[in-house]
Structures are given as C-alpha cells and as structure tokens.
C-alpha cells in the first residue's frame, strides 16, 4: 500500500503516522512538502519551489486564495511526478488544509481516501479575532478578509473522506455542517520524556543552576507575542517577583511574530512589553532563554515550580501538555482550548486572560502551597498520560482512523466517535 502526505512544512503534525507507517513492511510511504519540508528515513519526499514573486491576484481579499491555489499547483506537479517516476499510487492521501496544497490532490489521485489536517478554521467572532482590545480587529474588512481566507480549506474540506482536528474545540470551529466529517485525534506528546524527575537540573546561561527545590517560574511560547499571552504575563511579574524574592523566571521564546500582527515601529513584542515593566524587575531573576533544544526545553519543564500559560482562543501549545505531564503546577489563562485540558482546582488553576491581578495572585499563592499541592501535580500527569500520550492514546487512535477509511469503514460513523474522545 502507497500513502502520501502533503504538508507545507513536512514532517510536522504528520512525523509519527509517517514513521509508524514506514515501519509496516507493505507499506510505501512518500511526501510532498514545501520549501520549509525536511526529509525523513524510509519517506519518498518531493519538495517544490515557491516563486519569489507571486502572480497578484485580482482582488485583495482573495490574495490568500490566489498563494493557497498557486500552492496547490505546485504540490500537484510534484505528485504528478511522484505518480509518474516512483510509481505512487496511494491508497492514502493525508494533507494540511492550511496552505492550499491539498487543492487538487483528489484531482491526481482520485480513488485514494483522503483525510484533511484541520487545525484551524477562521472565524471573524468568538475565537481570536477580536477578543483582545488592546489590538483592535479592524471592523467589517477584518470580517471580510477573514471569510475570503477559508475559502482554501473548505475547496481542500470539500474534496476530503474525513477531516482530522486536534482538539475538539479546535473541530468546532469549524461550521456546523462539516462538524460529523471531522475526528479528533491529537498529535501527541512524549510523556516518558516529559516525566518529572527529581534529580533533574537546568544550567541557566550565565546564571544558576536550578533543581526542582528551587522556586521557578516558567513561560513559554514558540514567539512572545500577545497571542500567547505574552503581555500579560510581563505585567504580573514585578507583582510576582516582589511577592517571591526567591523565585526564578524562565522564558522560552523568539522575538518574532507566528500569529497575529507585527509588532510597530520595527520593534519585537519582547522588547516593547519588557520595556514597560523592566524598571520594576530584578533583572538578575529573569531569564529570556530564546529557543531552546528539546532536552534542554524537557530539563526546563522538570525542574518548574509553576508553568504559566496563556492563549487567546486559538490553538492549543503542545508546551501546556508537555508541562502537565512533567508534573509542574499550571496556572493558565481560563480560555476555552485550555479549558479543555486543565480543570481549574483539579488539574491546574484558571484565571481570567486579562486580569493581570489575579494572574499574580495566583502565581505567588501557588508557589506558596506549592509543598501541598502534589495531588494536583499528579492529577495533571495523570490526564496528560491517559488522553494524549503519543505511543498508547493519540498515534493508535490516528492510524486506526486511517486503517478504517482505507478499509471503507464509514468515514462519517468513524468521526463522530472518535471526534469526542479526546
């Protein structure tokens, strides 16, 4: 059997199904990716070229559909060459909706089953958009611009078997009618490596070497932005450290921008949110450690006293996880995708997104039961390990969902028990 995935950024999302079914001996596995793809052991990739200047679309509001199907002609030229050189002909097709490249993969192989990645499906009310108003949504274009943006993902929904989400919030999203096509099933996270261990330490750069005996606060976005909470979490500190003479920060994260805006005047979020509380801060306990390799990142996470995490209503981080399963104390902003994993008291303690009081109050109040609150260290592991470890839970339940559509059990049936599970 031939299965293909398609992915911008391959592996991504797709690393653990693709291993699992290069491992099966009658089973061939190849990829289409863009420039940004890495290649994989026992994968067939092919990759494709983006031009440096793209034809301009007609419209404005339909630029991001002109890049999704000039995108999806490109990745449809080099499974065209896949078909052709290497013989694919795959029983399987699965792909990410989000950058067009999936547009005209039933067109190439039209008697394969295909499933559609559905990370995130926009909506101009009660998710992101809008729900911060400090950064202003931009009104009725905004509203626009986001609607003529779906328009990939559902041409790419439209032509799929079965569509895939990672969490159910991130399913619902997505409009009504489309809602029984598609299954949850998370990517899934390591929690044997993610595993408290008490002996673990973490070699600040420059600074102390911490244990988990020591008081240590940590945060961490792919970039520190205000998607993440990355501004509100800034403010709480000179509250925090005032409060905790003793404790640590570690902040892990880059100076760009994955979601939202840029930040003005050629400046990074870091730099202007640091700016406005740094004469309030011990510098000397604060820590920007930029992006940091897995181990380093897991050694972090083991020696956290309290891992703070804020999101607008957007993706879940796969770092929320990985830090409950390591065992640290979560504090984290009670937005709906957080909702879904940490139950306030249980699991981890909420607070409101945007009340800098109550996140320093609940940040000093945990680190000061902190020697009390080993029930609800091991509560957070236990729902970690039960619902998204990689090897027993989430990477079964994907291939037994692709098992089933290969195997022409219902795609439909499939979905709506699978899409609440998790």
């Known amino acids: 059997m031939d299965v293909l995935f398609v992915h911008n950024n391959f592996p991504g999302q797709f690393v653990h199904a693709a291993q699992a079914f290069a491992r099966r001996p009658d089973t061939r ?3 289409v990716g863009g420039p940004t793809a890495r290649p994989r052991p026992h994968v067939t990739g092919l990759g494709y070229r983006i031009p440096e200047k793209l034809p301009r679309a007609g419209h404005a509001l339909v630029e991001r559909f002109n890049s999704d199907v000039i995108r999806g002609e490109l990745a449809a030229a080099a499974m065209q060459r896949l078909k052709s050189e290497a013989g694919c002909d795959p029983a399987l097709v699965v792909g990410h909706t989000g950058w067009g490249e999936t547009l005209f993969a039933r067109d190439l192989f039209p008697n394969a089953r295909h499933v559609a990645f559905c990370e995130f499906f926009y909506n101009a009310t009660g998710a992101d958009v809008g729900f911060d108003p400090e950064f202003p949504d931009g009104g009725l274009r905004t509203a626009l611009r986001i609607r003529a943006k779906n328009a990939g993902m559902l041409t790419a929904l439209a032509a799929a078997d079965l569509g895939l989400s990672p969490t159910e919030w991130q399913r619902r999203q997505h409009p009504e009618f489309m ?17 408290p261990k008490a002996n673990a330490r973490f070699a600040v750069p420059g600074g102390p070497t911490l244990t988990p005996r020591d008081e240590v606060i940590t945060f961490v976005n792919r970039q520190l932005e205000p998607y993440r909470g990355y501004h509100v979490f800034m403010r709480a500190l000179p509250e925090i450290l005032a409060r905790r003479p003793e404790a640590q920060v570690l902040i892990v994260g880059g100076d760009g921008v994955s979601y939202g805006s840029k930040a003005p ?12 509380v740094r004469d309030r801060l011990d510098m000397s306990r604060v820590h920007f450690l930029g992006q940091i390799a897995k181990p380093d990142f897991l050694s972090m996470l083991q020696v956290s006293s309290v891992h703070v995490y804020l999101t607008y ?9 990985e830090a409950m399963s390591a065992g640290a104390l979560i504090v984290a902003s009670g937005t709906e995708p957080v909702r879904e994993v940490v139950e306030d008291g249980v699991t981890g303690r909420l607070f409101d997104f945007f009340d800098v009081a109550a996140l320093a109050w609940t940040v000093t ?7 009390s609150l080993g029930p609800m260290r091991r509560a957070a592991r236990e729902f970690a390990v039960a619902n998204y470890d990689l ?12 098992d089933d559509l290969v195997a022409g059990r219902s795609a439909a049936s499939t979905a709506s028990v699978e899409g609440r599970v998790a």
């Not at 005047?265 to 406005?276: H, P």
């Not at 209503?313 to 996880?321: A, H, R, Y």
């Not at 990477?395 to 037994?400: C, S």
């Open 391 to 402: 090897a027993t839970v989430c990477l079964p339940r994907q291939m037994k969902l692709f």
């Open 313 to 321: 209503p957007f993706v879940l981080s796969w770092s929320l996880l």
């Open 265 to 276: 005047d050629g400046k990074s979020w870091k730099q202007i949110f640091l700016d406005e």
């Open 365 to 371: 109040r945990t680190l000061a039961e902190r020697a």
């Open 29 to 31: 596995v190849f990829a």
């Open 179 to 195: 809602r029984d096509r598609i299954a949850v099933a998370h990517d899934g996270i390591d929690t044997q490596a993610a595993a």
